[in-house]
């Protein structure tokens, strides 16, 4: 019996040895950044959730061997045939892909959102037209399915819902979720397994679908010898096994694998300029479109694969920025366009402009000037608002309070 108690005792030291162990390298891995947040942390009551959050997110960041663990974790939960993860933050549907999901019981409220779209179409000039432009959700009706117990949110009936109530405020909508299954393109090759984006491929239909909209509401049709929305006119180049997304990152690669990532990229001369405003970072590019309008960093990066600096969809247009404007010099008497957009949107962007002159870029999460007076000021053919289901939130619509 005394040989049984020993053996627990050596055992229960051991473990807080090692939990010691632990503590103390993540005190010293997370001072600094801990001591550098509060630094900049504003202390009033208003934002004391917002300190909390930063200071969390801070600690999970530098915590040592972070994603040993993840990696340990996800691979558990994968023998054992686990379908969530992080309490249902993260669930891996029938198809296998991860999804981002919540519990709800119905579609969210839209109505001040749709109020909103219609207060920026109000300011524009006459002449400038605006449509919205709903991309697809991840979980694709026809194809995508839970199993039993996983919750479902609802964002493709709160797309329905919204998009309803902007046509009935005369708004012309394009609706990306209708004849995706019928693009040609294999239904589980739509999204990433790992990331919440949509595959290059599947946003290169987007493009085509796009200029046939817009070909119908313009005397002067985009792309009409077909040339620039046939991709036999660009360059696929596949990267196998190389990209672990948004989702992936929070759960492993051994609990949902790693995805192919295909670079897309014109055959033909292209000739651009190209910049981006973030804050105070500024950038001016010019040159073909593999020049200016990617990066290869992202593809090349050969450190933490599970880091952003290694996130592959952020290869095209530098990811995601306050303001961007992108002059194709080809095309000097071309339509000019806008986009409020979130970052499904940034390739099929990427190719509208082989068939633009000049097209602006806001994310409304960075960009901290007037939306409504940039949209009025700039000159322009075309407004999109092009902000995915997922994302139906007062965050993404930051015009037109009240």
């Given at each position: 019996?005394?040989?049984?108690?020993?053996?627990?005792?050596?055992?229960?030291?051991?473990?807080?040895?090692?939990?010691?162990?632990?503590?103390?390298?993540?005190?010293?891995?997370?001072?600094?950044?801990?001591?550098?947040?509060?630094?900049?942390?504003?202390?009033?009551?208003?934002?004391?959730?917002?300190?909390?959050?930063?200071?969390?997110?801070?600690?999970?960041?530098?915590?040592?061997?972070?994603?040993?663990?993840?990696?340990?974790?996800?691979?558990?939960?994968?023998?054992?045939?686990?379908?969530?993860?992080?309490?249902?933050?993260?669930?891996?549907?029938?198809?296998?892909?991860?999804?981002?999901?919540?519990?709800?019981?119905?579609?969210?409220?839209?109505?001040?959102?749709?109020?909103?779209?219609?207060?920026?179409?109000?300011?524009?000039?006459?002449?400038?037209?605006?449509?919205?432009?709903?991309?697809?959700?991840?979980?694709?009706?026809?194809?995508?399915?839970?199993?039993?117990?996983?919750?479902?949110?609802?964002?493709?009936?709160?797309?329905?819902?919204?998009?309803?109530?902007?046509?009935?405020?005369?708004?012309?909508?394009?609706?990306?979720?209708?004849?995706?299954?019928?693009?040609?393109?294999?239904?589980?090759?739509?999204?990433?397994?790992?990331?919440?984006?949509?595959?290059?491929?599947?946003?290169?239909?987007?493009?085509?679908?796009?200029?046939?909209?817009?070909?119908?509401?313009?005397?002067?049709?985009?792309?009409?010898?077909?040339?620039?929305?046939?991709?036999?006119?660009?360059?696929?180049?596949?990267?196998?096994?190389?990209?672990?997304?948004?989702?992936?990152?929070?759960?492993?690669?051994?609990?949902?694998?790693?995805?192919?990532?295909?670079?897309?990229?014109?055959?033909?001369?292209?000739?651009?300029?190209?910049?981006?405003?973030?804050?105070?970072?500024?950038?001016?590019?010019?040159?073909?479109?593999?020049?200016?309008?990617?990066?290869?960093?992202?593809?090349?990066?050969?450190?933490?694969?599970?880091?952003?600096?290694?996130?592959?969809?952020?290869?095209?247009?530098?990811?995601?920025?306050?303001?961007?404007?992108?002059?194709?010099?080809?095309?000097?008497?071309?339509?000019?366009?806008?986009?409020?957009?979130?970052?499904?949107?940034?390739?099929?962007?990427?190719?509208l402009s082989t068939v633009c002159s000049d097209i602006y870029l806001i994310d409304p999460r960075y960009y901290k000037d007037d939306v409504m007076k940039f949209a009025e000021q700039t000159k322009l053919d075309h407004v999109f608002v092009s902000i995915s289901p997922q994302d139906l939130v007062s965050e993404f619509f930051p015009y037109g309070g009240k």
């Amino acid at each position: 019996m005394d040989r049984h108690f020993t053996k627990k005792k050596i055992t229960a030291a051991l473990f807080i040895l090692v939990l010691f162990a632990l503590a103390i390298q993540n005190i010293r891995l997370s001072f600094q950044p801990i001591k550098e947040t509060l630094q900049s942390s504003d202390f009033h009551f208003s934002a004391l959730k917002g300190t909390i959050n930063k200071l969390d997110s801070t600690i999970n960041d530098h915590f040592y061997e972070k994603y040993a663990f993840i990696e340990g974790y996800g691979y558990l939960q994968s023998l054992m045939d686990k379908n969530e993860e992080s309490n249902f933050e993260v669930v891996k549907d029938a198809q296998g892909k991860l999804q981002f999901t919540y519990f709800a019981t119905g579609p969210n409220p839209t109505g001040d959102l749709a109020r909103r779209v219609n207060a920026l179409k109000e300011v524009l000039p006459s002449g400038t037209k605006l449509t919205y432009v709903m991309t697809p959700d991840k979980y694709v009706r026809g194809y995508s399915s839970l199993p039993k117990g996983i919750p479902y949110n609802y964002n493709n009936e709160t797309a329905d819902q919204f998009l309803a109530q902007l046509k009935q405020d005369r708004i012309d909508t394009l609706d990306l979720r209708e004849g995706l299954l019928e693009s040609g393109i294999p239904p589980e090759q739509l999204f990433f397994n790992t990331d919440h984006h949509w595959h290059i491929r599947t946003a290169f239909w987007g493009f085509e679908q796009l200029v046939k909209h817009m070909d119908e509401m313009y005397k002067k049709p985009l792309d009409p010898e077909h040339f620039y929305t046939d991709i036999s006119n660009y360059n696929v180049i596949t990267y196998k096994d190389a990209f672990i997304g948004s989702l992936g990152r929070k759960t492993g690669k051994y609990y949902a694998g790693a995805d192919d990532f295909d670079l897309i990229y014109p055959k033909f001369r292209t000739n651009y300029s190209f910049y981006f405003k973030t804050g105070e970072l500024t950038t001016n590019l010019s040159g073909r479109f593999e020049d200016a309008l990617l990066t290869s960093y992202p593809l090349n990066y050969k450190g933490d694969e599970y880091g952003l600096n290694g996130d592959k969809y952020f290869t095209y247009l530098y990811g995601n920025q306050g303001l961007v404007h992108i002059t194709n010099k080809d095309r000097p008497n071309g339509l000019k366009v806008m986009f409020v957009k979130d970052s499904l949107a940034v390739p099929m962007i990427s190719f509208l402009s082989t068939v633009c002159s000049d097209i602006y870029l806001i994310d409304p999460r960075y960009y901290k000037d007037d939306v409504m007076k940039f949209a009025e000021q700039t000159k322009l053919d075309h407004v999109f608002v092009s902000i995915s289901p997922q994302d139906l939130v007062s965050e993404f619509f930051p015009y037109g309070g009240k």
